[in-house]
T-cell receptor, first 113, second 112 residues
Framework: AQSVTQLGSHVSVSEGALVLLRCNYSSSVPPYLFWYVQYPNQGLQLLLKYTSAATLVKGINDFEAEFKKSETSFHLTKPSAHMSDAAEYFCAVGEGGFQKLVFGTGTRLLVSP | ETGVTQTPRHLVMGMTNKKSLKCEQHLGHNAMYWYKQSAKKPLELMFVYNFKEQTENNSVPSRFSPECPNSSHLFLHLHTLQPEDSALYLC???????????FGEGSRLTVL
């Protein structure tokens, strides 16, 4: 079965600092990988996805993620954090025709002024 | 109205009550999902419907009963729930594009 592990339930950064949220996956087949974001009192929203094309994937709001097969990782980065980035971020792997997503436990990003 | 709409947003019920959660999508998608979100746990897939047919039941207890009368509507009927069923229940629809799900804002359920 496929799975994802998100290291760190909370990550704190200052406004303007680099954001790095970690995700490692386990999959016996080439994975489809996703990052979703959940703002307070809202549902999840797709940030970006990797579907075996370019290994560096760009998403909304200047977020990007790099697929590294050798490290089984798909870390999410943003060069400069903004206060509005404060939210919970979920890494997910697709299976079963890729309409089923297996999510990680989430990482809450805190951004301080 | 666009997107995925869930009602009610908040629900408090006793263990002997019967209630239902409703989800409606206006995106023209053919797949609909129920996920359970509990604190400090990964989102748990509960049910999947494709073209109104249930294609996935992830070993969900029978006190949760889904219903999908058409591709735009999905219900989750609840009865004799337990306090540990308290969670945020998220509905999503799928366009067919791999892994691209559109989520509603969720129904926060509290079981007393």
């Amino acid at each position: 079965a496929q799975s994802v592990t998100q290291l760190g339930s909370h990550v704190s950064v200052s406004e303007g600092a680099l954001v790095l949220l970690r995700c490692n996956y386990s999959s016996s087949v080439p994975p489809y990988l996703f990052w979703y974001v959940q703002y307070p009192n809202q549902g999840l929203q797709l940030l970006l996805k990797y579907t075996s094309a370019a290994t560096l994937v760009k998403g909304i709001n200047d977020f990007e993620a790099e697929f590294k097969k050798s490290e089984t990782s798909f870390h999410l980065t943003k060069p400069s954090a903004h206060m509005s980035d404060a939210a919970e971020y979920f890494c997910a792997v697709g299976e079963g025709g890729f309409q089923k997503l297996v999510f990680g436990t989430g990482t809450r990003l805190l951004v301080s002024p | 109205e666009t997107g995925v709409t869930q009602t009610p947003r908040h629900l408090v019920m006793g263990m002997t009550n019967k209630k239902s959660l409703k989800c409606e999508q206006h995106l023209g998608h053919n797949a609909m999902y129920w996920y359970k979100q509990s604190a400090k746990k990964p989102l748990e897939l509960m049910f999947v419907y494709n073209f109104k047919e249930q294609t996935e039941n992830n070993s969900v207890p029978s006190r949760f009963s889904p219903e999908c009368p058409n591709s735009s509507h999905l219900f989750l009927h609840l009865h004799t729930l337990q306090p540990e069923d308290s969670a945020l229940y998220l509905c999503a629809s799928g366009s067919g594009s791999p892994g691209e799900l559109f989520f509603g804002e969720g129904s926060r359920l509290t079981v007393l």
